[in-house]
């Protein structure tokens, strides 16, 4: 199955690189890790939200709605899907400590961007989890002369031990292991794309075209 990290596709030249992805791929399934803004997709795509997004169409799709606009892109949002045999969960948003214990109902405007406590809580419910799909990366991954992972990733790796954890936001490539997981942070659509072999979660990347 095809993986990519943020894809900003908005814009015009992002966009054309996440389309060229998922042409050179030829995938019939995706992954996404956040940061989309762009949601008529060309095949089934299972995706977080990130921070950057159309938070009218991601609240849409919270509810369990079809937006206008919006085809083949499922939102996990402390949800599970199975997905070519594997059970993908998901937490959508990014952390900000004085929006963490606010109910998501009371977040408005870009606060809608974050995830809270409630988000986390019920994920943390799920069973049998093989890849998690977070925004936000746990402790021991991305380094920016400190360390910028987020706690309540790691709890959510403690809670649910997945075989793999794949992480947006920070747009570079970086591999670790947190516990028993291994965690990839992804490069953005507009250099990388990735192939995940879904019967020995192998994470393969490539360049994506430049058209």
């Not at 929006?99 to 809270?116: M, N, P, T």
Request: proline letters at 4%; hydrophobic letters at 35%.
């Amino acid at each position: 199955m095809l993986v990519l990290g943020d894809a900003h596709a908005d814009d015009a030249d992002h966009r054309q690189s996440l389309l060229a992805a998922y042409r050179e791929s030829n995938a019939s399934v995706a992954l996404h890790t956040g940061d989309l803004l762009y949601y008529d997709l060309p095949v089934p795509t299972y995706f977080v939200a990130g921070n950057n997004e159309e938070f009218d169409a991601i609240d849409a799709l919270r509810r369990g709605e079809d937006p206008e606009g919006v085809r083949n892109a499922h939102l996990l949002a402390s949800t599970v899907a199975e997905v070519e045999g594997l059970r993908i969960a998901g937490l959508s948003g990014n952390y900000a400590p004085t929006q963490y214990d606010e109910s998501r109902a009371d977040l408005s405007g870009e606060r809608r961007r974050h995830f809270v406590r409630e988000d986390v809580e019920r994920l943390k419910q799920v069973d049998d989890v093989d890849v998690l799909l977070t925004h936000e990366a746990p402790h021991g991954v991305v380094y920016y002369g400190y360390d910028a992972g987020c706690e309540r990733i790691d709890e959510l790796l403690d809670a649910l031990n997945p075989d793999l954890c794949l992480v947006g936001h920070h747009e570079r490539h970086v591999e670790a292991e947190y516990g028993d997981t291994r965690v990839v942070s992804l490069a953005p659509v507009w250099e990388r794309f990735y192939e995940l072999d879904s019967d020995t979660l192998e994470l393969t990347d490539y360049a994506t075209p430049k058209e």
